[in-house]
Nanobody
Framework: QVQLVESGGGSAQAGESLRLSCVVS????????MGWFRQPLGKERERVAT???????NYADSVKGRFTISQDKVENISYLQMNGLKPEDTGMYFC?????????????WGRGTQVTVSS
């Protein structure tokens, strides 16, 4: 069974950086696309960044130029480097996998890691 486990969340001051990690364990077959999502308290979950099997990445407008998604295929870890953090980046961050490769069908999810940014 595939499991995704996030880590690296915590508290930060505005302008600081955090790096989130998502360890993928178990067989993850297919043309995967990895994604990071976030959900502020009381709000809808939103897509933050995706990285497809070709190495093509996409970002939400709110994080472009500040966040970078990457992947260590050998160690099976997805990363989200977050620089220039803002209070509005606060939320629960989830990693997810889409084995169809389309980056539109994320069906495997981690439990999330909390990020809190203060001004």
């Amino acid at each position: 069974q595939v499991q995704l486990v996030e880590s690296g969340g915590g508290s930060a001051q505005a302008g600081e950086s955090l790096r989130l990690s998502c360890v993928v364990s178990g067989p993850l077959y297919g043309s995967r696309c990895m994604g990071w999502f976030r959900q502020p308290l009381g709000k809808e979950r939103e897509r933050v960044a995706t990285l497809d099997r070709y190495g093509s990445s996409n970002y939400a407008d709110s994080v472009k130029g500040r966040f970078t998604i990457s992947q260590d295929k050998v160690e099976n870890i997805s990363y989200l480097q977050m620089n220039g953090l803002k209070p509005e980046d606060t939320g629960m961050y989830f990693c997810a996998a889409d084995v169809t490769g389309t980056c539109n069908e994320f069906r495997i999810w981690g439990r999330g890691t909390q990020v809190t940014v203060s001004s």
